[in-house]
């Protein structure tokens, strides 16, 4: 996650950057970043003690998972973020409200991905960006990569063609999609 980390800040740097020439830059301006499917606030104490959001939200669709971020925030004595617990396909967040939005690990479990990329789009503000990791499809034997014929549901990997498409489809002008090791995507997007 450290090296995730990195990548992230980097990505995001030019639009959480309060010296720089971006978004950020003006001295009006609050900086506001999400973690979507947080989980248990891995990437979203990262974000926390890195000091690039004046605004930090943690999302997820579990209760469970919010009160474990809560509980780990806490626990390392950290101002605990906004936590919200929200479907991604309809994010509680006004059009072009944030700088920066993170999903790690996140996309192949979304049910309703195409809203879900939809609203990170709606809800980035002009310029802002997208940084988002999940999984290749074929890369993992033995878990189903779709629904299975009895309707259930399960994780969705993607190829990286695939990927950038459904993002592009989103409304994205600038998207990269690339491979890092046998089966992690990296997805990196502009509004």
């Not at 209760?63 to 780990?72: A, D, I, S």
């Not at 879900?116 to 990791?133: D, M, N, Q, W």
């Amino acid at each position: 996650v450290d090296a995730e980390f990195e990548l992230v800040s980097k990505w995001f740097e030019p639009v959480v950057d309060k010296g720089g020439a971006g978004p950020a830059a003006d001295a009006h301006a609050s900086t506001k970043v999400l973690d979507m499917s947080c989980g248990s606030g891995l990437m979203t104490r990262r974000i926390a003690k890195s000091g690039m959001a004046d605004r930090l939200l943690a999302a997820d669709f579990s209760e469970v998972m919010l009160l474990e971020t809560r509980r780990r925030f806490q626990e390392e004595k950290l101002d605990v973020p906004e936590l919200l617990r929200c479907d991604v396909a309809r994010l509680p967040l006004q059009t072009d409200a944030l700088n920066a939005v993170h999903a790690g690990a996140a996309l192949h479990c979304w049910p309703r991905l195409d809203e879900g990329l939809c609203e990170i789009h709606r809800v980035l503000a002009p310029g802002g960006r997208f940084f988002a990791t999940t999984f290749k499809k074929g890369a993992y034997a033995g878990i189903p990569s779709q629904a299975n014929d009895q309707g259930g549901a399960s994780f969705r990997f993607f190829d990286v063609d695939e990927l950038e498409q459904l993002l592009t489809d989103a409304g994205f002008s600038e998207v990269s999609v690339e491979l890092e090791g046998r089966g992690c995507l990296i997805a990196r997007c502009v509004k």
